[in-house]
C-alpha cells in the first residue's frame, strides 16, 4: 500500500518488487512486520526495543530497531519538536519501516509518537496484520523517578520547550495490539510477553 501523501515530483512511478513478501518470508522463516512501541520518556522503549531485538535475533530472526535519537542524528537531523515537526518525524519513521518490513525484517521501533493520528497514519501504510502499535504504558510518576537522561528535570526548570508529558500532550493508544506495564514487569518478563504474542500468531516460529 503506498502513503496516502502524494509527492510534489511529478513524472514518476511507483515501481514494485520483482521479490514478493511471500519469498521474502519463506527464505526467512518468518513473516515481517512492525513492532511500534510508543510511550512517554523514560518509559523502557528503547531499553526494551533492543532486548527484543536480542531475543529475536536469537531466534534466527531477522529483525532491526529504528530508534528515535539515533534517526534524529541522520535521516530525521532537520527536525525539531514542534508538532509539526513531530509529525513529519514520524512520517518519515513510518516510511523507513515500511521499507525494511517489505525487505522482509521485523522492525521495532522506539518512539514517543504522541500523537494517536500520526501513528494511525502510519498504521494506513500498511496490510492488516503487518502494524502492531505495542503501547509501553508507565505511569509519569515512574518515569520521572527513573529519568535516565535528566529531561523531566530540565523540562520543569523550562530548558526544554514542548517535552512530552510535561508541557506537550501524550495521546495513548485507545486499542493497542499490545500493552506492555513497564512499571509492573521485569525486562525478561516484559520482552517475553511480546515474543510469546508473535508466536501465538505465527509471524515467527513456536519453540521448545
Same mark, same amino acid.
Given at each position: 500500500?503506498?502513503?496516502?501523501?502524494?509527492?510534489?515530483?511529478?513524472?514518476?512511478?511507483?515501481?514494485?518488487?520483482?521479490?514478493?513478501?511471500?519469498?521474502? /518470508?519463506?527464505?526467512? &522463516? /518468518?513473516?515481517?512486520?512492525?513492532?511500534?512501541?510508543?510511550?512517554?520518556?523514560?518509559?523502557?522503549?528503547?531499553?526494551?526495543?533492543?532486548?527484543? $531485538?536480542?531475543? =529475536?535475533?536469537?531466534?534466527?530472526?531477522?529483525?532491526?530497531? =529504528?530508534?528515535?535519537?539515533?534517526?534524529? /542524528?541522520?535521516?530525521?537531523?532537520?527536525?525539531?519538536?514542534?508538532?509539526?515537526?513531530?509529525?513529519?518525524?514520524?512520517?518519515?519513521?513510518?516510511?523507513?519501516?515500511?521499507?525494511?518490513?517489505?525487505?522482509?525484517?521485523?522492525?521495532?521501533?522506539?518512539?514517543?509518537?504522541?500523537?494517536?493520528?500520526?501513528?494511525?497514519?502510519?498504521?494506513?501504510?500498511?496490510?492488516?496484520?503487518?502494524?502492531?502499535?505495542?503501547?509501553?504504558?508507565?505511569?509519569?510518576?515512574?518515569?520521572?523517578?527513573?529519568?535516565?537522561?535528566?529531561?523531566?528535570?530540565?523540562?520543569?526548570?523550562?530548558?526544554?520547550? $514542548?517535552?512530552?508529558?510535561?508541557?506537550?500532550?501524550?495521546?495513548?493508544?485507545?486499542?493497542?495490539?499490545?500493552?506492555?506495564?513497564?512499571?509492573?514487569?521485569?525486562?525478561?518478563?516484559?520482552? &517475553?510477553?511480546?515474543?510469546?504474542?508473535?508466536?501465538?500468531?505465527?509471524?515467527?516460529?513456536?519453540? $521448545?
Amino acid at each position: 500500500m503506498k502513503s496516502k501523501v502524494q509527492p510534489q515530483a511529478t513524472n514518476i512511478t511507483w515501481h514494485n518488487a520483482g521479490i514478493s513478501p511471500t519469498q521474502r /518470508h519463506d527464505l526467512n &522463516g /518468518h513473516k515481517s512486520c512492525v513492532i511500534w512501541f510508543t510511550g512517554l520518556s523514560g518509559s523502557g522503549k528503547s531499553t526494551l526495543a533492543n532486548r527484543l $531485538d536480542a531475543a =529475536l535475533h536469537a531466534l534466527k530472526v531477522r529483525s532491526y530497531v =529504528l530508534d528515535g535519537d539515533n534517526l534524529r /542524528h541522520g535521516l530525521n537531523r532537520d527536525l525539531g519538536f514542534s508538532p509539526e515537526d513531530r509529525r513529519e518525524n514520524i512520517r518519515r519513521v513510518g516510511e523507513a519501516a515500511k521499507l525494511l518490513a517489505d525487505a522482509g525484517l521485523i522492525v521495532i521501533t522506539a518512539f514517543i509518537s504522541p500523537y494517536r493520528s500520526d501513528r494511525n497514519d502510519v498504521r494506513s501504510l500498511f496490510q492488516p496484520g503487518e502494524f502492531f502499535e505495542t503501547w509501553i504504558d508507565c505511569s509519569l510518576e515512574a518515569c520521572r523517578r527513573r529519568d535516565p537522561k535528566g529531561l523531566y528535570k530540565k523540562a520543569d526548570a523550562g530548558e526544554i520547550a $514542548d517535552f512530552t508529558g510535561v508541557s506537550a500532550p501524550y495521546e495513548a493508544p485507545l486499542n493497542p495490539e499490545i500493552t506492555i506495564r513497564s512499571d509492573q514487569l521485569s525486562e525478561d518478563e516484559a520482552v &517475553g510477553e511480546v515474543v510469546a504474542w508473535l508466536q501465538e500468531r505465527k509471524i515467527i516460529t513456536q519453540t $521448545d
